[in-house]
């Protein structure tokens, strides 16, 4: 059995001090190895503006699990990132590690809001912004 104490952080309590992508996506960290001393979880919310996207990014040896709290979210991946999926509220999406891909909300009126758990103590964000289709997300 482990001796380590529960550990609750408030809404109030999120951090941005955390690995972010440009193109509006906000992560704020809840769990992770330095707020709670996870070992092999991060997990947050994120918030993307209406009409914005994320620059061509993956999360290196991490896998992303997330669940659509609000809005809508298009998720773009594979070759060329040409491929496509639409998650709504209450859909979840699963990014394998080190997929590449980019999100966009493609509202033109609400924000989108989800909630993220990765496979590392910390988020990893590896943003690729020389990557040829950035400008189409622009």
Same mark, same amino acid.
């Given at each position: ?10 809404? !109030?309590?999120?951090? !941005?001090a955390t690995a972010q992508t440009a193109g509006g996506l906000v992560r704020l960290s809840?769990? &992770? ?22 620059? =061509? %990014?993956?999360? !290196?040896? &991490? ?14 991946? !594979?070759?060329?990132?040409?491929? %496509? ?15 590449? %891909?980019?999100?966009?909300?493609? &509202? ?16 990893? =964000? =590896?943003?690729?912004?020389? %990557? ?7």
């Amino acid at each position: 059995m482990s001796e380590a104490s529960v550990r609750l952080v408030r809404r !109030g309590e999120l951090s !941005g001090a955390t690995a972010q992508t440009a193109g509006g996506l906000v992560r704020l960290s809840a769990v &992770s190895t330095s707020m709670t001393g996870s070992a092999g979880i991060w997990m947050g919310i994120a918030e993307l503006p209406a009409g914005h996207a994320t620059e =061509v %990014h993956h999360h !290196g040896e &991490s896998e992303t699990a997330v669940l659509v709290l609000d809005g809508v979210t298009r998720w773009w991946y !594979g070759s060329g990132l040409t491929e %496509h999926v639409v998650a709504e509220a209450g859909d979840f999406v699963y990014v394998p590690a080190g997929a590449l %891909h980019v999100e966009e909300n493609p &509202s033109t009126t609400e924000p989108a809001r989800i909630v993220v758990a990765r496979t590392s103590g910390e988020a990893i =964000v =590896v943003n690729l912004p020389d %990557h040829p289709a950035n400008p189409r997300f622009r």
